[in-house]
């Protein structure tokens, strides 16, 4: 699975942290599962077809691996490492660790 991360600023007392884990072609974000089993080679599906805000862009699957972009939230002062993030190459089940930066309550 190739993750593109698109960071975004939510509204002041709006953040809610993004939590995502993989099972197979299932991606869990923030406890919902959204199974792209389906999605065949060379297939895109778009994200308004995909019942999730943080999911944006197309799904593609390309040579066997699912391609998408997740909006990843930041606080007002993000790191480098927030700001300007580097795709993520998932290849095993389990939590995926996203960049963060704690964001005051």
């Known amino acids: 699975m190739h993750i593109t991360l698109s960071p975004f600023t939510p509204l002041p007392g709006q ?3 993004l939590i995502a884990s993989r099972a197979g072609d299932v991606l869990t974000l923030n406890g919902q599962p959204f199974d792209f089993t389906q999605l065949p080679e060379g297939g895109t599906l778009p994200s308004a077809a995909i019942d999730s805000d943080w999911i ?3 799904v593609s699957r390309v040579n066997g691996e699912l391609h998408l972009t997740l909006r990843l939230p ?3 002062n993000p790191s ?3 700001a300007f993030p580097e795709p993520i190459h998932v ?3 389990g939590p995926i660790p996203l960049p963060t930066d704690e964001v005051p309550a």
Do not use: I, K, L, Q
């Open 91 to 93: 290849t095993e089940d």
């Open 15 to 17: 953040f809610v942290p």
């Open 56 to 58: 944006v862009g197309y």
């Open 80 to 82: 480098r490492a927030v």
């Open 74 to 76: 930041h606080g007002p």
